[in-house]
């Protein structure tokens, strides 16, 4: 798993830009290479960060930021995954 320079702000979240938050699922998540994220990825993601209830997370989080509907998060989508892991996930991504 890659690891990025973890900046933490003053209220205890994550701090990384944009391109770092892709950059971090992709090199640590995207196990088959292909620069999206399956449900499968994202699970593995969740159980890894925040633990208990992965997989209905995993499940919360690709419902609401899988625009197209079909089961992956991609580039497009990645900015939807930004805001909810700002909302949910303790983490606060930049521009």
Same mark, same amino acid.
């Given at each position: ?20 938050f ?5 090199? #640590?998540? %995207?196990? $088959?290479? +292909? @620069?999206? =994220?399956?449900?499968? *990825?994202?699970?593995?993601?969740? /159980? ?15 419902? #609401?930021? %899988?625009? $197209?509907? +079909? @089961?992956? =998060?991609?580039?497009? *989508?990645?900015?939807?995954?930004? /805001?909810?892991?700002e ?9």
């Open positions: 798993m890659a690891f990025i320079q973890r900046n933490i702000s003053s209220d205890g979240k994550r701090v990384m830009t944009l391109q770092q892709k950059q971090w699922l992709k090199t #640590s998540f %995207d196990t $088959n290479g +292909d @620069g999206r =994220i399956s449900k499968g *990825e994202l699970r593995e993601a969740m /159980r890894i960060t925040s633990g208990l209830f992965a997989s209905w997370k995993s499940n919360k989080v690709l419902k #609401s930021v %899988d625009s $197209n509907h +079909d @089961g992956f =998060i991609d580039d497009k *989508e990645f900015i939807n995954l930004a /805001r909810f892991a909302k949910h996930l303790n983490i606060r991504v930049t521009k």
